[in-house]
């Protein structure tokens, strides 16, 4: 059997990295990769990177890593109120102003998809990697989201399971394209930022085998207040100190 991790949406949070990390390694997981978001709301964008890089997990360009590696403008989210507006550029300026531009550099040049094939005895399985979708890496895809747009999706990659992130929320979804052919779509969570109640780290694990392919997601408690206390003492608003602390809150 084959076993991957993977995880994305870190978001400067590197206490919560390090444990997903050390979870991975502890349940013996070689392979790990990144589906992006390496910045943006939380102190540690730099230290991130830096581990990412040190670690030589593969890793995909999210679309706030785009920004940042790019220079690329902030573009108001439509479902964001002013508030929430103005607090989100001061946190994207901090990151533009304090990644360093050895890591934007790096980021510059990380794939937006990575294809993963895997040979089970006469059988190849397809593993695509996106951060948000095959189309882009800032579109949602939601549970919810329409099922014959997923069937395209599905059907044009050739993927046996479609994995992303970008949500901020953790699920598995199985498609059934016809027949017996079952295809996947996997979304990691966030490891630094959930948008689900329990703000709880989260990253998945595949494992392939003669059977098929299942996937887990793994949750996992970090030291959210003193990741608060750390963005409380720093330059970032303290409404990502808050909503880390704010269990209730789903924005």
Request: glycine share 6%.
């Amino acid at each position: 059997m084959i076993e991957i991790a993977i995880f994305s949406d870190i978001h400067g949070n590197l206490p919560a990295l390090k444990v997903v990390v050390k979870d991975i390694e502890q349940r013996g997981i070689d392979q790990m990769y990144c589906l992006g978001d390496l910045v943006d709301f939380a102190p540690w964008g730099n230290e991130v990177i830096e581990c990412i890089r040190d670690l030589k997990i593969p890793c995909l360009l999210g679309n706030h890593d785009e920004r940042l590696a790019f220079n690329n403008p902030i573009i108001p989210i439509p479902h964001h109120d002013a508030e929430e507006t103005m607090q989100r550029t001061k946190a994207i300026n901090h990151s533009k102003d304090t990644i360093t531009e050895a890591n934007k550099k790096w980021m510059s040049q990380l794939p937006y998809t990575i294809e993963l094939r895997y040979k089970i005895k006469d059988t190849f399985r397809k593993v695509l990697l996106v951060h948000a979708s095959t189309r882009s890496n800032d579109e949602y895809i939601h549970v919810g989201h329409d099922s014959k747009d997923l069937e395209g999706m599905l059907t044009l990659s050739g993927a046996d399971v479609i994995v992303m992130g970008h949500t901020h929320i953790a699920y598995q979804k199985e498609i059934l394209l016809g027949g017996n052919d079952k295809r996947l779509l996997l979304n990691d969570g966030s490891v630094g930022r959930s948008r689900e109640a329990d703000r709880l780290a989260s990253y998945a694990i595949l494992r392939i085998s003669e059977q098929g392919i299942t996937a887990e997601i793994v949750k996992l408690e970090y030291p959210v207040q003193e990741v608060a206390d750390a963005i409380f003492k720093s330059d970032i608003p303290d409404f990502y100190g808050n909503f880390l602390l704010n269990g209730n809150v789903t924005v």
